[in-house]
């Protein structure tokens, strides 16, 4: 976005009876939903830090550096905006 | 901060110095618990002793509650270097093992504020004994003031209050601290906000006070607070015969807010306080005066003249 902010589009599946009962009312071959998520000027930060190789603990570091907060705190915040994104499926954990 | 860097921690009547690199991991109105990297290294519980002081109860409960975790609890003389530093108390050591950890520790007791103090610290087999930074640790504990203050100073935040305002709660939250205090008849709460820039990008302070910060109503005025800019906010003046007799009476809360960004820090700090009776001048500045950022408070500050 012009401000910097993110705006992620993701997939949203839908729960199997609820496919199987739009199928019965005849909307089964309508595209799937899309769900849209505007992240803050903090989640859009650590959204570019994520590339799949960095451990949590290195991109938590770099948040606390870049807003000089403190480390713990960096890392709670990070740590709890990671889990919401995996709970919404946009990204894997390992 | 460098991991050797030390700091002071004061909560709830005890203040101590500890590595820079040790952070609370837990915080309760009675009990800190301090992590750093391998995991937890230092755990503290304290409280007032109700009549008769006994050492060999205290150690006998506390062998009972390590026992049930299936650790072997053993009583131990001071080390040397401990002892020293803990003169001014009745000290006894202990110790426990467990598979994969080990704890050494000791129960204070302080005969001048009757306040039991039960210190551990946790080592690990892959880890150096601890007993050296224990020592420098304990030779800093203190659990009572002289000059009727309390000292607070957690993370990044520091404040000096008068000891009648006793914490009723806390929430160390990511980007948000707040700690609330109760005297008899007024609230005080202290607020650290982080990180401004962002806070602040799309909002001034004003708005930010009046939304975020529960200051919706108040009239705000600018003003420099330890220098930094910030502002004032109070209810509006009572017009009129019988406002005015309420807020004498005590009928009407009075609110008083005061606000300021720490630029160089990158925080806001707030100091509210609201009560059932009027709110002098003095007595804010006194209060916003006496919280800061560690940064703002030296460690002679902590000092007690007494």
Known sequence: MESGEVLVFYPVTVRPWMAKLAGWLGDGGSPPRTAKLQLDQLGSAVWAMLDGQTPLRRIAAAFAEDHRLERKEAEVAVTQFIRELGRRGLIGLR | ?306
């Open chain 2, 1 to 306: 901060m460098r991991p050797t860097d030390w700091k002071t921690i004061a909560w709830n009547g005890v203040r101590f110095a500890v590595p820079g690199d040790w952070e609370p991991g837990r915080i309760g109105r009675r009990h800190l618990l301090f992590e750093s990297e391998p995991g937890p290294v230092m755990e503290i519980k304290w409280g007032a002793v109700k009549g008769r002081f006994s050492r060999r109860r205290q150690l006998r409960e506390l062998s009972r509650r390590i026992g049930r975790r299936r650790s072997a609890f053993q009583e131990r003389p001071l080390p040397g270097e401990w002892r020293t530093s803990l003169a001014g108390f009745e000290a006894a050591g202990f110790q426990w093992d467990a598979a994969n950890e080990r704890a050494v520790g000791v129960l204070l007791y302080c005969a001048a504020c009757r306040t039991v103090s039960l210190i551990q610290f946790f080592e690990r087999p892959e880890t150096a004994s601890i007993e050296h930074t224990a020592a420098r640790v304990l030779a800093s504990f203190r659990d009572h003031r002289t000059d009727g203050r309390m000292a607070w100073a957690l993370y990044d935040i520091v404040a000096f209050l008068p000891a009648h305002f006793t914490l009723e709660r806390h929430r160390f939250e990511a980007g948000r601290f707040v700690l609330e205090f109760k005297e008899r008849r007024c609230r005080l709460t202290l607020y650290r906000w982080a990180p401004a820039g962002v806070l602040l990008h799309k909002q001034s302070l004003a708005v930010f006070a009046e939304t975020v910060a529960g200051g919706a109503g108040l009239e705000f005025r600018p003003m420099t607070i330890a220098g930094h800019p910030g502002l004032e906010g109070r209810d509006p003046a009572p017009t009129g015969c019988v406002a005015c007799l309420k807020t004498r009476l005590g009928i009407v809360l009075v609110r008083r807010l005061r606000l300021w960004h720490v630029a160089g820090r990158n925080r806001i700090l707030g100091v509210r306080l609201e009560g059932r009776r009027p709110i002098d001048d003095p007595e804010m500045c006194a209060l916003s005066d006496a919280y800061g950022m560690d940064h703002e408070k030296t460690s002679a500050t902590f000092a007690d003249p007494g």
